[in-house]
């Protein structure tokens, strides 16, 4: 039922301070008759409860992402005869229906407040006397392998770091692979394993099981002295970052975190989950509490709070770079001070992300080079930040590129008399970033999306012309459009994943709704746009932005669905900034992305197949959707 406007109000009942208050008002609706419905009002603000309509598109004001509410009122049903809260039923033509139903909006409110408040003052730190722990001897901080031969002749070796068990391999080619790419191992420059698991050479060093033959203390003394790496583990350090490609990171993450009462070091997937317990003061305490760390996927975005309950980036300065320098001499600079994408790095480097000083407030040492440069046999645990050669930077002036940082190769200075003889190494210089640090080497190559600056740049048809024919194009694409209902509106439905009913919680995919709303929804997330409105957020609550008008549609490499609209978009939700930018964030986890025409053309994700309905089209004498396929040219 569309009401048209409001006839009369009966005046509210009084409410606590604080509190909601319900009353009466009697609208007209588009048939032209009048119906009575309730009102609830809040700090000033009322809020009609039309019947057949969810609190998403009730709450006007956004009172749940404003904090006014603690969430959905428990239970909400509205019909054009009663209204349901908590489970009991008020009817509208009830003379004390206004009154009974205040009362049981209110007795609601406080019990969630109540509820909230009772949470906070449980979550507040106890003061116990407890024993103080000895801390852990130097030796304990570095990790060491550990060889064994079982009864049978098989070999095992063990990395441990004080009575943790890091990692365990067998005496075969994967097993030393594995090590490597934790970055528990230095890469030999020869590595050689026998066919029967029995005898392996390292750089020439023969270490041998066969026939009853144990070299177990000769291995274990070799890969301690040689090829132990100081760089990714030890010396206080207590984030261990793994690879893990079923992980939706590609990366497993382990840190000593209170669980149960007991302090427990375990391996967790590297997502949301797991660095919000990085992140606890009370169940790890490894993090500054002024520090945060969001997943923006793909990147890692480290800020710092501010006094006014905002947030900021770390400071562009040298000591929020972290330096790495590989097995091959390759040295890794990561700026923090910026997005940083972990596609980008490898298990090593994101270890050393994670434990430098200006993350991890226990770490006391400086980023090392991940091969120990001291005497043959001797595996240093400390040594002085690596020097980075000072490279010139040429001039830019492409007006659309992207800089991307180039190896640059520089023959590293000869070895000290007093040290062995050997080539000298090549070091190669890989920057991660686009500051200060990461200056020093450049590439200029245009941008990914350059090649839709003239797609783009034709006004777009009226909205529901780009709409219908959009959503045809898209279906056609993804080839399964089947009829279905968006709440209570017929609508038609394109899946991307398992589920085919939109009306199943679990379906993901694309929706165009009988009155022209084009959208996206996955597990309850969702982005929609109907005669320049959007709605962004979830389908119980969304914020919405008037005045932001459909441009065109895409996806991208990842299958990921891409609304691409007018710019100025973020500050028309009439929300702070960081509610747009949290929202915008959560639905990208989810499958979809909203982006300005300036942003997609300077973005460095790349838009794979890109639909728009040009508002003036020379060849046809009706509105059709046009398909723009990424060119070949534009994959480099």
Known sequence: MNTL????????????PGGITVSKAVVITESGKEAGIFTMTLAGETIDLLPL????????????????????????????????????KVLINDPEGAAKLQRLLNDWLILERGTFELAQKRAQPKRTLVTQEAPPRPEELVPRFQVQADQKGQVHINCVQGK????????????????????????????????????????????????????????????????????????????????????????DIQFPAKMGG?????RRPLNEEALVLLQDPEKCGLLPKDLVIKLSRPNLIFKRKTPDGGERYLNARPENAVTVIGDEGEVTVIELFKPVNYLHLTAVELTAVFNHPAINQHSKVVPQPSRPEGQPGQAQVSAPPPAVPQLQAPAITASAAVIETEPVTVTAPP???????????????????GGPAAQAAQKIRPLPNAWLQPILAHPPAAHDWLAHLAYSKMAEHFGNSAEGYFGPIPCWACSLGEVEDISDLAFKGIFLTQKGGLGYV?????????????????????IEAIGVKLVATATDAEQRIAFIVTEGYRTKFGMPEQTVVEELACLKTYGAVVMSVNEVLHSLEALEVVWTVPAEQVESNELEAVESVRPSSALA
């Open 5 to 16: 406007e409001t006839q009369t109000r009966v005046p509210a009942q009084p409410a606590t």
């Open 53 to 88: 309509r969810d609190w998403g598109q009730l709450d006007a004001y956004k009172w749940r992402a404003r904090g006014k509410l603690p969430g959905t009122p428990a239970g909400l049903e509205v019909t054009p005869d009663h209204v349901k809260v908590t489970g009991e």
């Open 164 to 251: 943790e068990t890091l990692a365990t391999i067998g005496l075969n080619q994967l097993g030393f692979n594995s090590l490597f790419n934790q970055g528990l191992m230095h890469k030999p420059r020869s590595l050689k394993v026998g066919a029967l698991h029995d005898w392996v050479e390292l750089d020439g060093e023969l270490c041998s099981f066969e026939k009853g033959k144990n070299d177990a203390a000769k291995l274990e003394r070799v890969l301690n002295e040689r090829y132990l790496s100081a760089a990714a583990l030890g010396q206080g350090k207590e984030v261990v970052v793994f690879p893990n490609a079923a992980s939706s990171t590609g990366f």
């Open 262 to 266: 007991t302090v427990e070091s375990r």
């Open 415 to 433: 070895p000290e008399p007093s040290q062995p003889a050997e080539p000298a190494r090549p070091v190669v210089l890989k920057l991660v970033g």
């Open 522 to 542: 996955s597990r309850g997330h969702l982005a929609r746009f109907r005669n320049e409105v959007a709605f962004i957020g979830t389908l119980e609550s969304t």
